[in-house]
């Protein structure tokens, strides 16, 4: 007697939300192409919007899930169960926030000169030659991984690919940080506070896949990847910790701030209009809910991760907004016709792209699992 | 007789253009066609208007070759206004959008009724030599020309928008491809006929065209200079506020005017090295 097929409600809700997301995403991105750069909201006093923050959380979440796969290069066992997924989710993110990036800019047209004349004098001139780079030891460290399992090969691009990642997120912290102009980037200090929240998004971004994947397939989980993804909700506890001893430092010192207008937009930015959002989006639901969460054993199960990697990505998204806002919200140059904080709110056509990066590493994601079946662990030379 | 006297001008400014251009790598002037400015100019007199002084002055520097030449613009603000005519001059003659304005004016209230009074701050480009922007380019679309202007090459700008951040005095634009008749039954002429920054013909024909997307700024009217003509902000000044010359010929008025105890920079303590000076 031939067994009857259950429909799988929960996967074919899943995918027709994705092929919503990529309609309403090429949409943004076909109408910013062909009706141009007036589509945003962006200004003189606010050059970098929604996109570019979206791209520094999208390199973030990349970098983030190779550093973490870093502990495995470094011989903590028990990661393999998931590092397959870890560096396609890396490579997935990398390409998402690529295409974002480009559709950011204003002449993309021009975007050759980057390799004809480019700039080794400047941060932006170093990231184009570390984001290939890295793409390129993540691709390598993919196929080798699917292909020929866990040799000495891996092992050497395990440990460069998270080294280039960590190189790519700090540069990018350097490209705002080294804009002096906007103190409240952080200046020297914004490389190096890229990344722990990296880790942050990064493992959020693995946990996230992992118990989702796990809900809609319906499959078993093995006590293996099981223990894992516990010791990895722990290790997520952790580095909200340290992001959140980073947080408190930044706003600290910028409040501290000699320079006025430095301490005017944190001032802003915490007890002004966006302060609701600043403290209840970025650092409630953000970091300390999701810390919580992670400390307490009762909650550590599979449900409380889902929902704290669920809080933080919004969060740290939220937080990503923040932190661009944040830093041309006081215009450089004010008069009696300029009001003292500048107004940005995105376009929808500017939402629009933001859903289409995330509809893409979805859908992609999901084409990947199944061809690549990123739930196997790949294999051990001899055994 | 007419005809070869106006062939004779033409090729003769065709010919200096060229000159002109040739020594300025990548961004050549494509003047030929344009007339040239005959200005007859009177003989130096005490107490003539300054514009008469400041063209003979370009007229002077002219003759020198690119590199020679030292552009510096001094504005007095003891002298403005605040009737910002250099403002929509240079909007007018740059053709700029809605959201682009070269040059703004600073309008500051200082005390309280009764004892109140009114400061003016113009703002143009600071043409830095020490500038953060031509920094963090990363495809070397803006570099400071030999002339002492911080020039942006409109086919090379990716439109990241690195620079328009990196500027601490707000002097650099994104032109999003915006009109201000947008929304009215027909885009005019005003602001769709051609611009000439940088001694080329920039027609907006979609939003493809340079310098839609592009970073914007002020440059001194290079475009101006280059056929000799002062800034369009300095021949707009109605206050005469505004001073413009070569600062490295001693005998021109920019020279003597930006020499003076009471002289003053814009966010000079950032180490910019900002080339607008100006007079309180």
């Avoid at chain 1, 919580?292 to 969060?315: D, E, H, K, Q």
């Avoid at chain 2, 703002?123 to 920094?135: D, G, H, I, L």
Wanted: hydrophobic content about 45%; aromatic content about 12%; overall charge positive.
């Amino acid at each position: 007697m031939v067994e009857k097929k259950t429909i799988n409600w929960l996967f074919i809700g899943w995918m027709v939300v994705v092929c919503v997301g990529i309609f309403i995403g090429l949409w943004g991105a076909a109408s910013s192409l062909f009706r141009g750069t007036s589509t945003w909201r962006i200004s003189d006093n606010v050059p970098w919007g929604i996109l570019t923050s979206t791209y520094v959380f999208f390199v973030a979440a990349s970098a983030g899930c190779m550093a973490v796969s870093l502990s495995h290069a470094l011989g903590f066992k028990g990661f393999e169960f998931v590092i397959k997924r870890a560096v396609f989710l890396a490579i997935i993110t990398l390409l998402a926030g690529g295409i974002i990036i480009i559709l950011d800019l204003g002449d993309p047209l021009n975007i050759f000169y980057l390799l004809r004349s480019p700039n080794f004098g400047a941060p932006l001139g170093w990231m184009v030659p570390f984001y290939i780079l890295y793409l390129v030891l993540l691709v390598i460290d993919f196929y080798l991984l699917h292909k020929h399992g866990l040799n000495k090969g891996t092992q050497i691009v395990g440990i460069l690919a998270p080294l280039a990642a960590v190189a790519v997120h700090s540069t990018l912290g350097a490209i705002f940080g080294f804009t002096y102009a906007r103190p409240y980037f952080g200046g020297a200090f914004a490389p190096i506070y890229f990344i722990p929240i990296a880790l942050v998004i990064g493992t959020a971004l693995l946990l996230w896949v992992i118990v989702l994947q796990f809900k809609i397939s319906k499959k078993e989980m093995s006590p293996e990847l099981h223990h894992l993804t516990r010791a990895l909700g722990k290790f997520l506890g952790v580095v909200l910790g340290i992001a959140i001893f980073f947080v408190i430092w930044k706003n600290l010192a910028g409040l501290y701030s000699p320079v006025e207008t430095t301490a005017r937009a944190y001032r802003y930015m915490l007890f002004g209009s966006p302060g609701w959002w600043t403290w209840g989006v970025t650092i409630l639901i953000g970091l300390i809910i999701p810390l919580f969460l992670m400390l307490n054993p009762g909650t550590r199960n599979l449900n409380g991760i889902l929902a704290a990697s669920t809080l933080v990505l919004i969060g740290t998204f939220a937080a990503r907004y923040e932190f661009a806002i944040g830093g041309q919200v006081v215009p450089l140059f004010q008069g009696l016709w300029q009001q003292r904080f500048v107004k940005y709110s995105p376009t929808f056509v500017e939402i629009s792209i933001v859903i289409l990066g995330f509809a893409l590493c979805a859908l992609l994601y999901t084409l990947g699992n199944r061809i690549f079946k990123l739930e196997e662990v790949p294999k051990v030379p001899g055994v | 007789m007419k005809r070869r006297d106006a062939i004779k001008t033409i090729s003769a400014v065709t010919a200096g253009a060229a000159f002109v251009a040739s020594s300025n790598s990548s961004l050549k002037a494509e003047t030929a066609g344009e007339k040239a400015i005959e200005i007859k100019l009177p003989e130096p007199m005490p107490n003539e208007d300054i514009l008469i002084t400041m063209q003979r002055d370009l007229l002077r520097a002219l003759k020198k070759p690119l590199k020679d030449r030292k552009w510096s613009m001094t504005i007095d603000l003891r002298k403005c206004i605040g009737c910002h005519a250099c403002t929509v001059g240079c909007i007018a003659e740059n053709r700029l959008p809605p959201e682009v304005v070269y040059r703004v004016v600073r309008e500051e209230e200082i005390g309280k009724s009764p004892n109140i009074t009114m400061k003016f701050l113009p703002r143009p480009c600071m043409q830095c030599e020490n500038s953060p922007c031509t920094m963090v380019c990363p495809v070397k679309a803006t570099w400071m020309r030999e002339d002492n202007i911080v020039v942006i090459d409109y086919k090379k700008c990716i439109g990241c928008r690195s620079c328009i951040a990196a500027c601490p005095y707000g002097a650099r634009y994104s032109d999003l491809g915006k009109y201000y008749t947008d929304g009215t039954p027909k885009r005019e002429a005003y602001e769709t006929s051609p611009a000439y920054e940088y001694g080329k013909r920039w027609i907006k024909k979609s939003h493809f065209s340079s310098p839609i997307g592009n970073a914007r700024k002020c440059h001194f009217c290079s475009h101006r200079l280059d056929v000799g003509m002062l800034p369009m902000c300095t021949t707009t000044c109605v206050g005469r506020a505004t001073y413009f010359g070569d600062i490295s010929d001693s005998k021109s008025l920019i020279s003597k005017v930006s020499a003076k105890s009471n002289r003053w920079k814009f966010k000079e303590d950032l180490g910019t090295k900002p080339s607008v000076t100006y007079l309180v």
